[in-house]
């Protein structure tokens, strides 16, 4: 086949146009063919030139014809990620009651922090009643710190839940250590537990890590990711 030969399903989509008569289903059959065409021809193309054909890992485009009226559009397919059902993966903000340098028992509702080289390990425990549970943010995105360059994810809160966050961090910022921290959890793992000194109203935090340092820029992306909205 040459460059100027028609792809079969080109030929047979746009006879099948011209025997119906329909202009509007018929417009968008005829985009599938023109798309599958223009396929055909580039595989043709990459395989004179000897590079070949590598299906995308991450992200792979389909072009996908609808009968009904609507507008023909590109559909962009995604790794599979948050919590199976398309939405954005909500985070929970819980102020912490105690914390103590050992791993938490087994059974226990405490969220168990690893040990590393330089911490020992830790078991947090929190009131999830006074907090934020399964919160869905407006936008999350991942960033350098300025102060020492560390992966962090910077996460902005819904005006509403900005609200809620100002009065959950305003209650615990004159306790003690630790019940002047909030627990950020995550799929039931413990993402950081900052402490607060006053109110925070901007409706904006940052994760980190149980520990500074601990975010990759891999692992800062893929939870902004999972984090935004869809």
Request: hydrophobic share 40%.
């Amino acid at each position: 086949m040459n460059d100027s030969t028609e792809h079969p399903l080109h030929d047979a989509l746009h006879a099948h146009v011209r025997e119906s008569g329909s202009d509007t289903a018929g417009a968008h059959l005829v985009g599938l063919a023109d798309g599958a065409l223009r396929v055909a021809r580039r595989r043709q193309w990459l395989a004179r030139a000897g590079v070949g054909v590598v299906a995308a890992a991450v992200v792979a485009t389909a072009w996908v014809a609808v009968a009904d009226g609507t507008t023909s559009r590109a559909h962009v397919v995604q790794p599979a990620t948050g919590d199976g059902t398309g939405k954005a993966t909500p985070v929970s903000l819980l102020p912490v009651t105690s914390s103590v340098e050992r791993a938490c028992t087994q059974g226990s509702d405490g969220y168990t922090v690893r040990a590393t080289a330089t911490h020992p390990a830790f078991c947090v425990h929190t009131d999830r009643a006074k907090g934020m549970a399964d919160v869905r943010v407006t936008a999350a995105k991942a960033g350098k710190s300025t102060v020492d360059g560390t992966w962090q994810v910077e996460v902005t809160l819904s005006p509403a839940d900005r609200t809620r966050f100002a009065a959950l961090t305003g209650s615990i910022a004159g306790a003690p250590v630790p019940r002047n921290e909030f627990a950020i959890v995550i799929d039931g793992k413990l993402w950081g537990n900052p402490s607060v000194t006053s109110s925070i109203t901007g409706g904006r935090f940052e994760i980190v890590g149980a520990y500074v340092g601990d975010l990759s820029s891999a692992t800062a992306h893929d939870l902004a990711h999972r984090l935004n909205p869809r």
